[in-house]
């Protein structure tokens, strides 16, 4: 077991800080996928990662009481991997980039999809043309991609925040229109889910 890891499991504070820590540590294949990342990440962006798949589990439980088609394992696995890219740039690439080592370390293309829309509420064509990323359609598609999507935005670090955090966020990093389609996955999630 790595350094990085075999601290985060025995740092008592984890339980507490991601309450469902433990039960997400029953999905098949979790710690696998949380050694993968703490191999090539640093810590930060490993509790960020954690931090995120704690919120996945939190609105994927709401969304499976309200009967929607949700698949809770791929979406806190994917939650877990949608930052792997950091481990090459944390530019706005970083979710192709880890598309790219998923799908060169043999998973799943469903995590190598979610790695590469979950940037904000995803990237249009256009929008990938102005930030000469390759031309494609970066924008989350199932239900688990938005979730995912949605929980990033509403993680900073690893501490949750409101989303008039997140909103005053993107507007002064990009622009309104970014701001807006952050705003509307977030109601559109929210509306799922009952809030």
């Known amino acids: 077991m790595n350094i990085v890891l075999n601290d985060l499991l025995n740092d008592a504070t984890l339980y507490e800080k991601f309450s469902n820590f ?5 999905i098949p294949n979790f710690n696998e996928y949380l050694t993968f990342l703490t191999e090539r990440c640093e ?4 509790l960020h990662s954690i931090a995120v798949a704690d919120y996945v589990y939190e609105f994927g439980i709401k969304l499976l009481n309200k009967k929607y088609d949700f ?8 939650a877990i991997l949608h930052d792997i890219g950091r481990s090459k740039s944390h530019n706005i690439d970083h979710g192709i980039i880890g598309s790219e080592i998923l799908l060169k370390n043999n998973f799943n293309e469903k995590y190598a999809k979610i790695a590469e ?10 929008e ?10 970066y924008i989350p598609k199932t239900l688990e991609e938005k979730v995912i999507a949605n929980a990033d935005n509403l993680v900073s670090g690893h501490i949750r925040v409101d989303i008039g955090f997140v909103i005053d966020k993107f507007k002064k990093r990009t622009n309104n229109e970014v701001s ?16």
Do not use: F
Not at 71 to 78: C, H, I, R, S
Not at 128 to 137: M, R, S, V
């Open 128 to 137: 990938a043309e102005d930030l000469n990323l390759p031309k494609n359609n």
């Open 43 to 46: 810590k930060n962006v490993v």
């Open 180 to 195: 807006n389609k952050v705003y509307a996955l977030y109601l559109e999630i929210n509306k799922l889910i009952g809030n």
């Open 71 to 78: 698949d809770l394992d791929t979406a806190v696995l994917g």
């Open 22 to 26: 433990k039960k997400m540590q029953e």
């Open 117 to 126: 829309r979950h940037i904000g509420a995803g990237i249009s064509r256009k």
